[in-house]
């Protein structure tokens, strides 16, 4: 056996179909592109979101609103939250470091504390953003805020 001798396997290597050589090859002519239209044409490439010549659904709906590119998107919790932490870790002072061990905020999330709920313990919480009705009642409760950045 010598590489030149090699061959292979019958059936499992079959030939490219060669187009516009001809009418003898019966794939001559139009060359199985049929006839005339985009299509048939050389250097043709459909662009995204073509719909044949009729008015593309992204030209047909109508555009509207904003997304500020400013926006600061806060992690709301409630006070009701910030209430059962600290009755389960018997805590005083709850951060950010508290709340993210405690699987409520992820890594990079800011956090805006929000009235819902009520709160009879005296923390000293932590947080990027305060409501006011929760500001006040936190100090009512005797606690304090502190707010980062």
Partial sequence: MELNTIRPAVGSVTRSTRIGRGPGSGKGGTSTRGHKGAKSRSGYSRKIGFEGGQMPLQRRLPKFGFKNPNRVEYKA????????LAAARNLEKIGLDELRSAGLISRKQLVKILANGTITR???VEANAFSKAAEEAIVKAGGSINKIG
């Fill in 122 to 124: 005296a923390v000293v």
């Fill in 77 to 84: 919790l409630n006070i009701s939250d910030i209430e059962t």
